[in-house]
């Protein structure tokens, strides 16, 4: 099946600095990537949208700015989260729709940040 | 967006008995997901289900479609320790641009 997959699995950063998360599909071309985070005990919240060659769609409440979303191959999205707090650790999963021959998407392993 | 409420929003039961996990939509859902997950770690896909009426089985777990497309159940026959986890439900919206997950079940099961 469908492989996605996400760089770092973990990371650890200080607080003000920024770090890039990468979510990658292995063997098909994404044509729409989405980001999510999630807290303890909490459901995944849709952060954004992104589409291959265009600007990424935000859901309501998340800041652009601070979550930066760069789709810029079929098969790479990047999440940078800038100038990052402690407020930011959280879990982010990433998942990818495209060319699969159906409209399941599939889902990254996701990235741990935890910002000190 | 699309709203998909899950009901309870934790559960607790012994090791063999059933249980039923609910996800409700504020929409027509055109595609209806089931996940499991442990926080932390990558979501399993468990069922999709896109017709009215529908039910699928697998193993000892079993989700239906309501008729008019805006409920889904999980049902767990039997449960084990190793179905305890987070679960979610997922639909995407009517644009079919986002994918949106319900506010999740987490399930314990006590041995």
């Known amino acids: 099946g469908a492989v996605v997959s996400q760089h770092p699995s973990w990371v650890i950063c200080k607080s003000g600095t920024s770090v890039k998360i990468e979510c990658r599909s292995l063997d098909f071309q994404a044509t729409t990537m989405f980001w999510y985070r999630q807290f303890p005990k909490q459901s995944l919240m849709l952060m954004a949208t992104?589409?291959?060659?265009?600007?990424?769609?935000?859901e309501q409440g998340v800041e652009k700015d601070k979550f930066l979303i760069n789709h810029a191959s079929l098969t790479l999205s990047t999440l940078t989260v800038t100038s990052a707090h402690p407020e930011d650790s959280s879990f982010y999963i990433c998942?990818?729709?495209?060319?699969?021959?159906?409209?399941?998407?599939?889902f990254g392993p996701g990235t741990r940040l935890t910002v000190t | 967006s699309q709203e998909l409420e899950q009901s309870p929003q934790s559960l607790i039961v012994q090791e063999g008995k059933n249980l039923t996990i609910n996800c409700t939509s504020s929409k027509t859902l055109y595609g209806l997901y089931w996940y499991k997950q442990k926080y932390g770690e990558g979501l399993i896909f468990l069922m999709m289900l896109q017709k009215g009426g529908e039910e699928k089985s697998h193993e000892k777990i079993t989700a239906k479609l309501d008729e008019k497309k805006q409920q889904s159940s999980l049902h767990i026959t039997a449960s084990q320790p190793s179905h305890a986890g987070i679960y979610l439900c997922g639909a995407s919206s009517n644009t079919g641009n986002q994918f949106y997950f319900g506010t999740g079940t987490s399930l314990t099961v006590i041995p």
């Open positions: 992104s589409n291959e060659g265009s600007k990424a769609t935000y």
């Open positions: 998942s990818a729709r495209g060319y699969t021959g159906g409209d399941e998407q599939y």
